[in-house]
């Protein structure tokens, strides 16, 4: 069984940053791929951002391109999502999730484990 456990969430203005952590036990990270998915009040989750299982492979969604970074550390079993440039749209509860396979996907329902959330919340 994979726990994953969300940090970093708060509140900022809009133009500023936050660091979102995903930290995970259980399991060595190094096999899974992983994501960040954000689910805003009455819209469906949506997928973010995703790393695949060395790093060497990222994908994004179109909204947030250019401002987050997402990065994995293996050895800490550790997921980073670095928010830059932060907009009132991107209010939501950011999720963290793991799939058992290498290759990244969008698609919510390929993912195996996921986290509880973390609020963030961009004030303009």
């Known amino acids: 069984q994979v726990q994953l456990v969300e940090s970093g969430g708060g509140l900022v203005q809009a133009g500023g940053s936050l660091r979102l952590s995903c930290a995970v036990s259980?399991?060595?990270?190094?096999?899974?791929?992983m994501g960040w998915f954000r689910q805003a009040p009455g819209k469906e989750r949506e997928f973010v951002a995703g790393?695949?299982?060395?790093?060497?492979?990222?994908a994004y969604a179109d909204s947030v391109k250019g401002r987050f970074t997402i990065s994995r550390d293996n050895a800490k079993n550790i997921v980073d999502l670095q928010m830059n440039s932060l907009k009132p749209e991107d209010t939501a509860v950011y999720y963290c999730?793991?799939?058992?396979?290498?290759?990244?996907?969008?698609?919510?329902?390929?993912?195996?484990?996921w986290g509880q959330g973390t609020q963030v919340t961009v004030s303009s």
């Open positions: 999730a793991a799939r058992q396979a290498i290759a990244v996907v969008s698609t919510r329902h390929e993912y195996d484990y």
């Open positions: 790393i695949r299982w060395s790093g060497l492979s990222r």
């Open positions: 259980g399991r060595t990270l190094s096999r899974y791929a």
